[in-house]
């Protein structure tokens, strides 16, 4: 099912669930794997897709490059694995990172993107609460699933955490006029005791000229492991049907004139 692929010059792990319905493309989250999204996102749209994903450089079974942590490179990677590999316009879930890089896919390449789930997304590095300081400790399961994973030295999994975090203080920077140049549809869901500042995801959700809002209760940021059901549900129904919603109390939307 996954396999390694040359993606314009480098080794990217390559994920491939064969369907013939419309692409979909899986977006992991930062310092996270392809692998992560078989229980918690994939029963949602296998059956229905022809569903695409990849381990990001330095993530899962990709090795790393200089630079590949930040969002700009990360946005070109999924441009090139767009054009490359899935060869077509696809419908983008993104977690987390993922979710980020698939708005700024959107807004760079529109033509690439027919809609986005952005799930636990900040647009901004300021959207989401401080984040503690990585202080060395790492549960001993995650790095035996590094060591078996990663084909970069087992060391490295302590220096990737220790750049990310000092990223995630800098990065992503999406300009809030260029959320409005997103024209696909997104459904934006997070957590009601998410990382992402409920103010933030409020904000993007208000800024996307198709954007629909998801707030899953019961949940942190980790939303997609915590409550599956839900959160498959709210992305099979989205997809089922990307038509502009039309409700009988509309206050942020139009319903057209019939």
């Not at 792990?13 to 392809?34: I, M, R």
């Not at 490359?84 to 807004?107: F, R, T």
């Amino acid at each position: 099912m996954g396999s390694y692929i040359n993606l314009r010059g480098h080794q990217v792990f390559s994920y491939k669930w064969p369907h013939d319905g419309e692409a979909v493309v899986l977006l992991h989250g930062g310092l996270s794997q392809t692998s992560h999204w078989d229980t918690s996102v994939l029963p949602a749209i296998e059956d229905s897709f022809n569903t695409f994903g990849y381990d990001r450089t330095g993530h899962g079974f990709t090795g790393d490059r200089d630079g590949s942590f930040h969002f700009d490179f990360q946005r070109d990677e999924a441009i090139a694995y767009l054009e490359d590999v899935v060869k077509e316009p696809a419908h983008l879930i993104g977690y987390s990172d993922g979710a980020n890089i698939a708005l700024m896919v959107a807004i760079k390449r529109p033509d690439l993107v027919k809609s986005i789930v952005a799930i636990a997304g900040n647009y901004h590095h300021n959207g989401i609460h401080p984040l503690p300081d990585f202080a060395g400790f790492i549960p001993q399961e995650d790095r035996d699933e590094y060591a078996s994973t990663s084909p970069d030295a087992p060391h490295t999994l302590d220096e990737k955490i220790k750049k990310m975090n000092a990223i995630w203080k800098l990065e992503p920077n999406i300009d809030q006029s260029e959320l409005a140049t997103i024209e696909c549809p997104v459904l934006v869901m997070a957590g009601d005791d998410d990382v992402v500042r409920h103010e933030h995801t409020i904000d993007l959700f208000e800024r996307l000229p198709l954007g629909q809002l998801a707030i899953v209760p019961g949940t942190s940021h980790i939303l997609v492991k915590e409550k599956p059901a839900i959160v498959q549900t709210l992305i099979a129904d989205f997809l089922s049907d990307l038509s502009y919603p039309v409700t009988r109390m509309p206050i942020k939307r139009t319903n057209p004139v019939i």
